[in-house]
């Protein structure tokens, strides 16, 4: 497992997964791209409400983890859902040939689509149906946290999907 970014930072999983490319002006959308994500919890005394972290690197070397190609906080508005319905495809514009594909979508702010969601929503593939269930058991623990610590701090947390 690679070295956590900053000092004190825990990491609570790490791994490839498959990252489906947003649509933009250098992209169609349609690639997927293999990435090396870390989930981190933030490090013992930091600043309250501070939340974990999901960023993705182009390889597991540690110069690499260092410095993430994107990221993003994982608070307690966040979602995390497998994509297993043709309905559940369409909602993120998903072909329904991909039904069987171990997919989910982690979403930082579910919502309505405009540009702060699109860019905080991630649609990603595991490489098994046990990275899949890992993730997603993952992703969802650390919102819970992220739930928790936001309530002692005031914020108010929507749900898991």
């Keep these: 497992m690679p070295p956590p970014q900053q000092a004190g930072e825990k990491v609570l999983s790490s ?3 498959n990252k489906k490319a947003r649509t933009n002006a250098f992209s169609s959308g349609k690639n ?3 990435r090396y994500f870390v989930l981190v919890a933030p ?4 600043r309250r409400g501070a939340f974990p972290t999901l960023r993705y690197c182009n390889s597991d070397a ?3 983890v260092s410095q993430p190609r994107g990221g993003v906080a994982v608070g307690p508005n966040a979602a995390v859902r497998v ?3 043709e309905e559940s495809l369409a909602e993120f514009d998903l072909p329904p040939k991909l039904l069987g594909k171990r997919l989910f979508a982690f979403q930082a702010k579910p919502g309505a689509p405009d540009a702060a969601t699109a860019k905080s929503t991630y649609v990603l593939e595991a490489e098994s ?3 899949l269930q890992h993730w997603v058991a993952a992703l969802t623990e650390a919102i819970s946290k992220a739930r928790h610590s936001g309530s002692m701090s005031g914020a108010n947390g929507a749900g898991v999907t």
Excluded: E, F, Q, V
């Design 83 to 85: 994509l297993d319905t």
């Design 32 to 34: 997927w791209n293999r």
């Design 43 to 46: 490090p013992p005394g930091a």
């Design 129 to 131: 149906s046990a990275a």
């Design 15 to 17: 791994g490839w997964l």
């Design 62 to 64: 540690p110069a690499s």
